[in-house]
Nanobody, 124 residues
C-alpha cells in the first residue's frame, strides 16, 4: 500500500505562485512514476503532469506548459508541483497519483494510488 498526502494549496491572486507537495509513505517511492491531476467543479479530472521514477522523464499538459514544473525528491519521498503565473482557470482540486505505466500517464483510470486532494483557488 502507498499513502499520498498533498499539501500547499490555498488562495492566490492571478499571476501568483504556489508549490504543491505530495508526501508518500508505504512502498518504495523510487519504484514508480508519479503525477498530478486536477478537477474543477463540474468538470472531469484531468492530467496536469507526470514524472518517471528517476525524474529523467516528465510530461506536462499543454494548458500548463511553461508555467508548471513537476519534480520529485526520492530521498524525501516527496513529489512537487511548482505553479507559476497562475490563472483563474487553474482553480481546482489538485490530486497526487502514484504507480502506472508510463504509456498511460494521462489516463485517470490507469493510476493505482491517489491522494485526497488539495484545493487551489486563483482569484482574478
Amino acid at each position: 500500500q502507498v499513502q499520498l498526502v498533498e499539501s500547499g494549496g490555498g488562495l492566490v491572486q492571478a499571476g501568483g505562485s504556489l508549490r504543491l507537495s505530495c508526501a508518500t509513505s508505504g512502498r518504495a517511492f523510487v519504484t514508480f512514476p508519479m503525477g498530478w491531476f486536477r478537477q474543477a467543479p463540474g468538470k472531469e479530472r484531468e492530467f496536469v503532469a507526470a514524472i518517471s521514477w528517476s525524474g529523467g522523464s516528465t510530461s506536462t499538459a499543454d494548458s500548463v506548459k511553461g508555467r508548471f514544473t513537476i519534480s520529485r525528491d526520492n530521498a524525501k519521498n516527496t513529489l512537487y508541483l511548482q505553479m507559476n503565473s497562475l490563472k483563474p482557470e487553474d482553480t481546482a482540486v489538485y490530486y497526487c497519483a502514484a504507480d502506472t505505466r508510463w504509456s498511460r500517464i494521462k489516463s485517470t483510470d490507469a493510476w493505482v494510488y491517489w491522494g485526497q486532494g488539495t484545493q487551489v483557488t486563483v482569484s482574478s
